[in-house]
């Protein structure tokens, strides 16, 4: 079975500071993984994946996400942030070729003025 | 091209009364899933589709019942709403080209249950 631990429920940041969201997964087998983004009131939106070769995944509106198989982790990043990035984040897995995918429960990104 | 749609946006139901939730996508995807999310939760899985006129429990899928007769449609069923049914409800709907699932969403819909 696969599982997905965001560990930060709520990540409060200034304008214009860098930051970091948190993702570990665990599966026996190999996994594809994702970021979604989710703003007020709206569905989700793909924001990168990791599907193979480069350990660094960029995305949209200027989010990075590295792959770190040895420690299971798929950290998402930015290195400025905007008002316009406070959303909830879920990180996702999907073992490879199956219809399964594992959703984290989220970090709320709060960035401050 | 529309991406996946859900009728209806909100809506507001008594505790016993029935409903049901549309997801359209065009797409032709073969996967569709039906998901719930509550604050701290994440999202749950209650229902998917692998293919037209097949269904399959998710998560939580107790309280609901699905089906796709098209390929393009998945409705989820309220036969009886309970307020532990209070929640928002995402469909998603993805294919396997390419080897990988990669999920779209659709808007949401906001269900209230009295």
């Known amino acids: 079975a696969q599982s997905v631990t965001q560990l930060d429920s709520q990540v409060p940041v200034f304008e214009e500071a860098p930051v970091e969201l948190r993702c570990n997964y665990s599966s026996s087998v190999s996994v594809y993984l994702f970021w979604y983004v989710q703003y007020p009131n709206q569905g989700l939106q793909l924001l990168l994946k990791y599907l193979s070769g480069s350990t660094l995944v960029k995305g949209i509106n200027g989010f990075e996400a590295e792959f770190n198989k040895s420690q299971t982790s798929f950290h998402l990043r930015k290195p400025s942030v905007h008002i316009s990035d406070t959303a909830e984040y879920f990180c996702a897995v999907s073992p490879a070729g199956t219809y399964k995918y594992i959703f984290g429960t989220g970090t709320r990104l709060k960035v401050l003025a | 091209n529309a991406g996946v749609t859900q009728t209806p946006k909100f809506r507001v139901l008594k505790t016993g009364q029935s409903m049901t939730l549309l997801c359209a996508q065009d797409m032709n995807h073969e996967y569709m899933y039906w998901y719930r999310q509550d604050p701290g939760m994440g999202l749950r899985l209650i229902h998917y589709?692998?293919?037209?006129?097949?269904?399959a429990k998710g998560e939580v899928p107790d309280g609901y019942n699905v089906s796709r007769l098209k390929k393009q449609n998945f409705l989820l069923g309220l036969e009886s709403a309970a307020p532990s049914q209070t929640s928002v409800y995402f469909c998603?709907?993805?294919?396997?080209?390419?080897?990988?699932?990669?999920?779209?969403f659709g808007p949401g819909t906001r269900l209230t249950v009295l």
């Open positions: 589709s692998v293919g037209e006129g097949t269904t």
């Open positions: 998603a709907s993805s294919s396997l080209s390419g080897g990988y699932n990669e999920q779209f």
